[in-house]
């Protein structure tokens, strides 16, 4: 029960943050693509920061992918649709004259 809280907890930041959260899997991706091909003795340097960027740019489309089902599942459930109403509904102050 504890983990189906925490899955869930999980995924409602990961909707509201899904630039964030692509942008921490690059970042993440990336760190580790170097360290393992830093390990790597017989390679040049440049094939290694070109290995590196290859990994983390497929780790962000799937990320972003990732982010494009979450996104779909939200419009299907009507979760979406819920948190726009909320948000149409909060008292809206100009500060500009009209």
């Known amino acids: 029960m504890a983990e189906n809280n925490t899955l869930e907890s999980v995924r409602k930041w990961?909707?509201?943050?899904?630039l964030r959260t692509?942008?921490?899997l690059w970042l993440s991706g990336i760190a580790?693509?170097?360290?393992?091909?830093?390990?790597?003795?017989?390679?040049?340097?440049?094939?290694?920061?070109?290995h590196a960027r290859l990994h983390a740019q497929a780790l962000t489309l799937a990320a972003l992918a990732g982010a494009a089902v979450?996104?779909?599942?939200?419009?299907?459930?009507?979760?979406?649709?819920e948190r726009v109403?909320?948000?149409l509904q909060q008292p809206q102050t100009?500060?500009?004259?009209?």
């Open 32 to 50: 580790g693509s170097i360290a393992y091909n830093w390990s790597q003795p017989n390679m040049k340097t440049s094939v290694k920061i070109i």
């Open 94 to 98: 100009h500060s500009h004259k009209e």
């Open 22 to 24: 692509v942008g921490c």
């Open 85 to 87: 109403a909320k948000f």
């Open 70 to 81: 979450v996104e779909y599942y939200d419009h299907n459930s009507g979760a979406k649709a």
């Open 14 to 18: 990961v909707v509201e943050h899904k």
